[in-house]
C-alpha cells in the first residue's frame, strides 16, 4: 500500500496504489471513486477493504480523494463536476502509468458511481463499470442530502436563534456545496448519458428503487451489456440514524468485489 499525491501540480490528489499480491496479474486495473460528504466516512472502511482483496486478487488498485475532498489540494469552494470527472481520468493514467496495464475498471459509490459512469463516457480504456446506489437524478440526491441534514441538526443540537439556510456557508453533512456544484447537481441526470465507453456496466442496489429501474432501461438502449442486482441490505443512505455509522465490510465488500472480479474476468 503505497499513499502518495499525484496530478498537477495545481490540482494534486491524494491517491493510495495497492499493488497486486497474487499471481497471476490481472491485466485490468481497478480505480475506486468514493463518495463525497458523509458517505465518503461511512464507505471508507468498505473501500479500503475491497482495495485490499482486490490487490490479493491479483489486481493493481488505485483509491484517490476528488480535488477538494479528504487528503487531496483545494478546498469545499473548489469542488465541481467536471473537475471531479477529470479527475476520474487523472487516477486512470496514474494507475496505467504505475502499474504498466492499459485497460481499467471502476467501481464507484453513491455520488462517486454517478462521476465514474460519467467519466467512462468520455474515454475508451475502461472495460467495465461497477456502481453501488449510484446517484440517477443530481437535483434528488441533493434536496434527500439537505433534508437530512435538517434533520440531522434538530435531532442533535438545541435550535440556534438563527440557522443560516445557506449550504454554501454551512455546508451539508460534511460537504460544502458551492452554488457552482448544487447548479451543477440540479442539471444532472445519468439518463441523459448518450454513450457509455465502457463494454459492461454493472450496477449494485442495496434496495429497489424507481431510479435504478429507469438507469437499466436507460442502459439498455445504449451499445453496453448491462446487469443490476438488488442486495436487499446495505447503504441505509436515508437514515438519519445511521449518519455517523460506518458501513462494516461484510454487508458489501464481497458483492462488489465478485462484480469486478467477474467483470475483470470477462474481459480479460
Known sequence: MNPFYFGRSQRPLFGIYHPPHARPVRKTGVVLCP?????????????RHLALSLADAGCHVMRFDWYGVGDSGGDGSDVDLPGWIADVGTAIEELKDTSGITRVSLVGVRLGAAIAMSAAA???????????DPIVRGST??????????????NEYPPPRSRSENPERDGVLGQPLPATLRDQLAAFSLTSLTTCGAR???????????????????L?????????????????????????????????????????????????
Open 35 to 47: 463518495p463525497i460528504g458523509h458517505e465518503y466516512a461511512r464507505t471508507h472502511r468498505v473501500l
Open 122 to 132: 468520455k474515454r475508451r480504456d475502461v472495460e467495465n463499470v461497477v456502481l453501488w
Open 141 to 154: 440526491y441533493l434536496s434527500d442530502v439537505i433534508a437530512l441534514n435538517e434533520q440531522f441538526l434538530r
Open 200 to 218: 459492461a456496466v454493472h450496477v449494485v442496489a442495496s434496495a429497489p428503487h424507481s431510479h435504478f429501474d429507469e438507469l437499466s432501461a436507460h
Open 220 to 268: 439498455a438502449t445504449l451499445p453496453v451489456r448491462s446487469t443490476c442486482q438488488v442486495l436487499g441490505r446495505g447503504g441505509d443512505w436515508d437514515a438519519v440514524d445511521r449518519i455517523v455509522s460506518a458501513l462494516l465490510p461484510q454487508q458489501i465488500q464481497p458483492m462488489l468485489q465478485g462484480m469486478a472480479e467477474l467483470a475483470m474476468a470477462e474481459a480479460e
